[in-house]
């Protein structure tokens, strides 16, 4: 997972704008080889949720649009057959086999004592679970790597503590708790504030309240998706992929024009105005990555109006990088370093 932004701040949810969070030690930088593997060196703490992933197993495209014709695609030289292409118009999406247990805890021995945990638990083998197998050795090994020089540690990437492995063959990876709430539980709960404050359950005393508070999410949001992409960016670095980024992999198939997009518009819409999957399909189907057509459909309803305006930063540069990172042709889109760059998520467009 990656992290983004500075955890010692969190947006707070209740009258009063932001707080400092209390302040918690930060353990030196370990190497790989400290990892550890005892499970007496951890004890565990209460069950905190769980996730699954993902399988597109087929596709059904939307009333509105579908994919791009066939010789389009063929022409792209992907190594397609007509009858390939079209299968892709019918597949569905459907629920992986593995899912994952999220525990709180805490280290009990060693130089690293009284640190805080956050355990991921991958299904055990004995179940049948290979794939989550593969999945936890995958992971344990790209932290293991990333982690191997001490003097190269990215903030914005979780810290592997250690890892275990139970009687029944399940895989506990430990991670420092540098923080539990993902940017898609973040977009959530502002979203649904936002729709107190419609409703008038909440109200705003103060009239410059509304514009500071705008203008803190603003600011929150870009630093969450320029921290995620610090971390990218570390990962590309050293030869390394995310295999499934998106705002549940943001700690508080490689789409990161689509994160983008999610923070670009939860956050900044009333609960139950857009979601994930709705703002997916329009961007892919209905507007085929024709972004700036997009936001002639956007500015026409009044619940986007904040979304809008704040992809309109910087003399419409977040609609500039959306397009970028959403370009038909995929070959053009830019690097993890080019968008980490751009104007829109360094900040500037917040003085200007």
Request: a negative charge; glycine letters at 10%; charged letters at 20%.
């Amino acid at each position: 997972m990656l992290k983004a932004p500075p955890t010692s701040f969190l947006s707070s949810l209740d009258p009063g704008g932001w707080r400092r969070r209390p302040f918690r030690r930060s353990p030196p930088p370990i190497s790989a080889v400290a990892l550890m593997t005892n499970p007496a060196y951890f004890e565990v703490g209460r069950y905190l949720g769980g996730y699954g992933f993902m399988n597109i197993t087929s596709y059904s495209s939307s009333q509105f649009g579908g994919l791009p014709d066939v010789a389009g695609i063929q022409n792209l030289g992907l190594g397609y057959s007509p009858e390939e292409i079209e299968r892709l118009r019918a597949q569905d999406v459907g629920e992986g086999e593995v899912n994952i247990r999220l525990y709180e805890g805490r280290v009990v021995q060693g130089p690293l004592k009284g640190t805080e945990a956050l355990f991921k638990v991958y299904p055990g083998s004995r179940s049948g679970a290979s794939e989550a197998d593969l999945m936890a050795v995958n992971e344990l090994r790209t932290h293991a790597f990333l982690q191997n020089d001490a003097s190269d540690i990215c903030e914005n990437i979780q810290f592997l503590l250690g890892a275990f492995e139970t009687a029944t063959g399940e895989q506990w990876l430990a991670f420092r708790d540098d923080g539990r709430y993902s940017a898609a539980d973040y977009a959530k709960l502002t979203s649904e504030r936002k729709l107190k404050e419609q409703s008038g359950s909440i109200s705003f005393w103060n009239p410059y309240d509304r514009a500071y508070k705008l203008e803190l999410k603003r600011y929150f949001v870009l630093k969450l998706l320029y921290g995620a992409m610090c971390g990218l960016v570390h990962m590309h670095n050293h030869d390394r992929l995310h295999q499934s980024l998106g705002p549940s992999s943001v700690v508080l198939k490689y789409g990161a024009g689509l994160l983008l997009a999610y923070m670009s518009f939860i956050p900044f819409c009333e609960a139950g105005t857009m979601d994930g999957i709705s703002l997916q399909r329009l961007l892919e189907n209905t507007f085929r990555f024709d972004i700036y057509a997009a936001r002639e459909y956007f500015l026409a309803d009044d619940r986007l109006s904040e979304a809008v305006d704040f992809l309109d930063l910087g003399d419409g540069a977040g609609w500039e990088l959306l397009q970028a990172m959403l370009n038909p042709d995929y070959r053009k889109r830019p690097i993890a370093e080019a968008v980490l760059n751009h104007r829109f998520l360094t900040g500037a467009v917040l003085w200007n």
